[in-house]
């Protein structure tokens, strides 16, 4: 995706700098025209003249040349660049670009770009936790801009946690992923999808809980396939580590119940649903208030039975899509069918735990679709694939629905 583009690559005043100089290279390799604009306290962790021979092009910082008056135009930056890449993004600059100032040529650039706009925050721990970055972010996150999330890891100040900056590496990923999602169709503008994804958590007592193995890598590159297209997504999500998809809200719950309440009230606004979630199917009668402690012999716990959210909003569905998934380890199709017909759903995406490749946490998927026509196997692709697969599929039965 990078060859031929350009790429604005802003750089802030973070120990993080001297990783700019690596990401600039590898952003040049893979075919991009680099132009590095810099803060001010930028050219104290990096020098210019790194930044000029690494991207083989003069670097800015200033609004003009105090020399002949030769002005930098952030107007004509903004127009050039097919992406503005601000790495490493402090949590100075992130505040002055959620509140619109703008004083320095880095920031007055940012709000004249035109073209998608990322940032690789990097910053200490307790910065990156604090409520005011975190609303920050959220601000800019809400207004398109792709949040580049830290890495946890040795920082600084000589503390651990999350905020060093991403590795280089990760950042190119990053990009490369933005601006495909740039270029595609926005078919699905002005639809509404409720995606649910993720493993719920049903707690025994205040200590354990009863979950699965779920990692959500499914359900988030489908909320992530669905906003790239132009829909409005709500991503109601059981606990992962993984960060929010770009231009997708989320809602974070944690058990089944917590996860019904939620799913059923984004679905009132909903064109659609993609039920992904390893939802508990049982959760513990009574939640012990403090920690159950060990006796000598064996322990008995009752478990209820859960709500199932998916057939729930089969019965409200209405004319209304509703794709679901089905998780098999035998008479996989037999399974999928029954659970076609049973939900309500227009089509299930059946994953068989006997296909290596396929299933809980890896990057790759093997998928089946089901619906009341036939079966379509596919091969065995990367899960960001497998979503834009389904998501086509959605898009071809929307239109039938319309
Ligand atoms: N599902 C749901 N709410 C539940 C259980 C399942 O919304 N309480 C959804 C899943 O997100 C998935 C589909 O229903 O889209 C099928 O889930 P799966 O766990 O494969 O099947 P179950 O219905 O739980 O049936 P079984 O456990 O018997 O396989």
Redesign the pocket.
Known sequence: MLHGKHILLGITGSIAAYKAATLCRLLIKEGADVQVVMTPLAKQFITPLTMATLSKRPILVEFFDPENGAWNSHVSLGEWADLYLIAPATANTLAKMACGIADNLLLTTYLSARCPVAVAAAMDLDMYAHTATQENLDTLRRRGVEVIEPDEGELASGLSGKGRMAEPEAIVRAIDGILARSEKKKNLSGKHFLV?AGATIEAIDPVRFISNHSSGKMGYALAGELAARGAEVTLVSGRTALPTPAGVRRVDVLS?EEMYRAALEAFDHADGAV?????A?YTPEEVADCKIKKGDGELTIRLRR?????AELGTRKGNRLLV?????THDEEA?AQS?LEK?HFDFVVLNSLRDAGAGFRGDTNKVTFIDHAGHESLPLMPKSEVAARIVDKIESMIDKKS
């Open positions: 649910t089944a039920m992904c979630a390893a939802v199917d859960t709500k199932d959210i998916a679901g998934f089905a998780l098999e399974n659970k939900k």
